[in-house]
């Protein structure tokens, strides 16, 4: 009989960003194969909400800080009460709070590593990395890091973040059928009507859209710089970059000052961005920093042609000439390229477009979960 665990999600995030959603596709996966799950969340962020409305137990934790013993307290109190838990800590905030409530209470843990930063401070790594049990890394590209910064590669597992493929799998998600999906002229023409009035954008010309952070390493100055070259050639496409952070100020006073505002549009948090993904033309994601870059998944299931960097783990997922173009980091001129080229080349667009969406079964939530399955099974 195959084992069952109680997972206990940690994540002390406010927001519901890429991470969040990977959370709780894993948790959704996992319990249609007979798994309990609690998502170990902040008091009304928009996870909690999210994970109770997906039907999930959810226990709120202060996380007053990185170290903080009294949520560390609590959260092995609760779990050493479970039948086979396993603590999972899905950013590196948590993975400081497992290590101190994996050993408080006997627990097993492992850490999860989403982004391809390098690790900073011998103590923090060894007291959240080399005291996992395992350390789950979402591409190669981390898993690289983690080896060079002395995490041993016996500790390391590559896990892909996943997207709901088919029938059965949206189920589990709660997403309805037509969420990720290509759509047809006379859809794509009603979701642009949509999202025009919505946001006072025009609705004709090419749509260009990005969906990322508004932080740093998404480096939306290079997605600026390019559609400022982009639209020499092309004045009648709108840039469409949705998303919150603390990079948005400054954003939206770059924008006027390049003379872009108009053309370049800050759309803020988007809670569902299926209608706007399947609205566009072209998806570009200009980070100079992504563990993997999940939103691309997104992007290839509604049929969406890709211009992206290739930072970290992204040409894991999209192979450049192939289902992208892929591009160098920090590169204004070979960005905006990439992004005249899929919309001046419609055949082009096309042929990359369907095979990434052809690629897309290699990353569906059910591999997902069995590899997550070996990784909790190999927990002394």
């Known amino acids: 009989m ?7 999600h940690l994540d002390g995030e406010r927001g519901l960003r890429g991470g969040e959603r990977q959370l709780l596709y894993l948790a959704a996966a996992l319990r249609a194969r007979g798994h309990r799950n609690t998502v170990v969340c902040r008091r009304a962020s928009l996870l909690e909400a999210e994970a109770r409305r997906q039907g999930f137990q959810t226990v709120s934790l202060p996380y007053l800080w990185e170290w903080d013993p009294f949520s560390a307290w609590k959260l092995a109190h609760l779990a050493r009460r479970s039948r086979n838990p396993v603590l999972h800590a899905h950013t590196a905030h948590t993975a400081a709070l497992a290590a101190f409530a994996g050993p408080l209470g006997g627990l097993p843990w492992v850490a999860h590593r989403r982004v ?17 049990g395992r350390v789950v890394a979402v591409s190669r590209a981390i ?42 002229p006379d859809e794509k023409a009603c979701l642009r009507r949509g999202l025009a009035e919505r946001f006072g954008v025009c609705e004709s010309g090419a749509w260009v859209g990005n969906l990322a952070a508004l932080v740093p390493h998404k480096d939306h100055d290079t997605l600026l710089a390019a559609a400022l070259l982009v639209l020499q050639k092309r004045p009648q496409t709108t840039f469409l970059i949705a998303g919150q952070g603390p990079e948005q100020e400054r954003l939206v006073k770059q924008i006027k000052l390049m003379g872009l505002a108009g053309q370049v549009f800050i759309l803020g948090h988007v809670s569902d961005p299926g209608p706007l993904l399947r609205a566009l033309d072209v998806f570009v994601l200009s980070s100079w920093g992504e563990g993997m ?46 992004i005249g080229r899929l919309l001046g080349d419609q055949v082009l667009a096309q042929r990359l477009a369907t095979q990434a969406r052809e690629d897309l079964p290699d990353f569906g939530l059910e591999r997902m979960a069995g590899q997550m399955e070996e990784v909790y099974g190999s927990l002394a």
């Open 2 to 8: 195959k084992e069952s665990w109680h997972v206990f």
């Open 116 to 132: 391809d930063f390098e690790l900073s401070g011998r103590l923090s790594r060894r007291l959240k990395y080399d005291r996992a």
């Open 143 to 184: 898993a690289g890091i983690l080896e060079r910064s002395g995490v041993p590669p016996s500790r390391i597992a590559v896990v892909p973040d996943g997207l709901p493929i088919g029938v059965a799998e949206r189920r589990w998600t709660d997403l309805p059928e037509d969420v990720f999906c290509p759509s047809s």
């Open 293 to 338: 870059g999940s939103v691309l998944l997104e992007a290839a299931a509604c049929g969406v042609p890709i211009a992206a960097t290739t930072a970290g783990g992204i040409p894991e997922i999209v192979a450049d000439g192939s289902s992208g173009l892929l591009v160098p980091t920090r590169d204004p001129e070979a960005l905006a390229g990439a």
